[in-house]
């Protein structure tokens, strides 16, 4: 019987309300200060523009909105995470 090594997971760690949440670092390009994303109309409601990265429109969601929480006005902590997930 072989015993597993444990794995060592680093993460970024993000609050929304009174929760916390994680994703892998390796998910994560960059983490970027907040600002305004350039409106796309006719989107989703959780889907609030596209954020310019280096002269690249990445699509920016507001997680809160997706998770069916309230929205809330972004704060001088408010930050937007550049994502790469597989698909």
Same mark, same amino acid.
């Given at each position: 019987?072989? +015993?597993?090594?444990?794995?060592? #997971?680093?993460?970024? &760690? *993000? /609050? #929304?309300?009174? &929760? %916390? *949440?994680?994703?892998? %670092?390796?998910?994560?390009? &960059? ?15 959780? *889907?609030? /523009? ?7 429109? %990445?699509?920016?969601?507001?997680? @809160? @909105?997706?998770? /069916? ?13 550049? #994502?790469?997930?597989? +698909?």
């Amino acid at each position: 019987c072989r +015993m597993s090594q444990p794995v060592d #997971l680093q993460v970024v &760690e *993000f /609050g #929304l309300g009174t &929760e %916390v *949440f994680a994703v892998p %670092v390796k998910l994560v390009r &960059e983490i970027l200060d907040y600002t305004p994303p350039a409106h796309v109309p006719n989107g989703p409601a959780h *889907f609030v /523009g596209l954020t310019d990265v280096r002269g690249q429109g %990445v699509p920016t969601l507001d997680l @809160r @909105r997706r998770l /069916g929480l309230d929205p809330i006005a972004p704060t001088l902590a408010t930050r937007i995470l550049i #994502l790469d997930i597989p +698909m």
